[in-house]
């Protein structure tokens, strides 16, 4: 009996189950025929309201309507959806497409914001072809950093709208922002012309200086000369990055560079000088040769009433210069080491100065006189000298420039001005 009782039991839920399936599946499919009917219905709605949007925008505004019949896709509007049906402890859902009708408003707001786009796109084309034609090169520099950020702002339209267009933007055209632009443009041009004058002053005058040292070099002094400029370029021009500042209202405040050459015409100098002397460092006059023949003459010889003034070398060159009483220079002349050379004058009183070297460079400048300028000099080991003045009265007066124990003549110190002017 009790088991009797059990079998009957499942029986009966095996049939409650097949009999709820039966009434579920039935409502199901009643459903999904409610739901499909549901989408019909939308949809018709959805081709009607746009019939009527065609409509009344081909009226209101033709523009405006062949913008939006171009860009309508109904695809776009459509929303895929789920709707949910339950019968006791069975449930299932039917997909459908839902069409929105704010995309009808959507698509008028961004067709709008198009055609305000192309007339503010217009303008800016109309003056990047301005401004590309005036400044070039330093317009295609600076204006993609501002072009989005400043000058053509762009304004999010898509907001309320986000669904349906996620990337819709309204140009602005800056009126004052590109006004300031090409004043910028102007002060740039001009910092940049004017650094790329005093840059290529510098150049020219280490060109200068070096075509007029390059054609008194000999070959081999040439190329030590050349190969030392090659080496130390970067100190001799040296360049600066200066940062120059500009402000406006509508750009705020930019910061550029300028690069300012510099010429090191003490380091050049000294390349220079080193490349003389390594081309006239052994070079030497003849004793009695007078460099200076130009400016104080070649005349030694004396007439009545003569004196004699001796000058014999040790281990360097000299050069002797004998000013009179008037301090102005007489006699000059080049006794090469160890020769002597010997000085006619008339008798009276005289200073004797003494430049002493190594290596005679002609063409080393040394200073102006009442006569011009003076060229020629020892390239290393300079010194001047001199004796108190002297008086002679049919007299030989000789200087021993060698040192000798207990010698008698003790020279002062003196200056290339005071012995050769």
Excluded at 21 to 35: A, G, T
Aim: glycine residues 4%; neutral net charge.
């Amino acid at each position: 009996m009790r088991n009797k009782i059990l079998i009957g039991i499942v029986v009966l839920l095996i049939s409650c189950v097949i009999i709820v399936r039966y009434f579920y599946n039935q409502n199901f499919e009643d459903f999904k025929k409610s739901v499909s009917l549901y989408e019909s219905e939308q949809l018709k709605n959805f081709i009607k309201e746009k019939e009527k949007k065609f409509a009344d925008l081909q009226i209101e505004n033709p523009k405006i309507f062949q913008l939006f019949k171009a860009q309508f896709d109904e695809h776009k509007a459509l929303t895929q959806r789920d709707s949910t049906y339950s019968f006791l402890y069975l449930s299932g859902s039917a997909k459908y497409s839902s069409p929105s009708f704010q995309y009808f408003d959507c698509l008028q707001n961004k067709c709008i914001v198009d055609m305000q786009n192309d007339s503010t796109q217009q303008l800016i084309i109309i003056r990047e072809k301005e401004l590309q034609r005036k400044f070039g090169e330093i317009f295609t520099l600076w204006y993609p950093k501002f072009k989005d950020e400043k000058l053509n702002k762009k304004i999010n339209e898509s907001e309320n709208c986000k669904i349906f267009f996620p990337e819709l933007f309204q140009i602005s055209y800056n009126q004052s922002a590109w006004n300031d632009f090409e004043q910028f443009l102007i002060k740039y041009g001009l910092a940049i012309k004017e650094s790329q004058a005093q840059n290529s002053k510098v150049e020219a005058q280490l060109k200068t200086k070096y075509s007029a040292a390059s054609y008194q070099l000999n070959s081999g002094a040439l190329d030590y000369f050349r190969n030392r400029l090659d080496t130390e370029m970067s100190t001799i021009i040296t360049a600066d990055s200066l940062p120059v500042i500009y402000s406006s209202t509508a750009l705020g405040s930019i910061t550029y560079y300028v690069i300012r050459k510099n010429f090191n015409q003490a380091v050049y100098k000294k390349i220079e000088d080193d490349a003389f002397t390594e081309q006239w460092k052994y070079n030497s006059l003849s004793t009695g040769a007078m460099p200076y023949s130009y400016c104080y003459g070649s005349s030694n010889y004396c007439g009545n009433y003569c004196s004699e003034i001796q000058v014999r070398t040790g281990g360097s060159d000299v050069l002797a210069t004998i000013k009179d009483s008037e301090g102005d220079v007489f006699r000059h002349a080049y006794i090469k080491s160890g020769h002597s050379f010997t000085f006619n004058v008339p008798d009276g009183q005289y200073q004797v100065f003494f430049y002493s070297g190594t290596g005679w460079n002609p063409n080393k400048y040394m200073t102006t006189t009442f006569c011009g300028t003076l060229h020629g000099g020892f390239v290393s080991a300079e010194s001047f000298t001199k004796d108190d003045y002297i008086s002679l009265n049919s007299q030989s007066m000789t200087y021993e420039l060698i040192m000798q124990p207990n010698g008698n003549l003790n020279t002062q110190p003196s200056s290339m001005n005071e012995a050769l002017n």
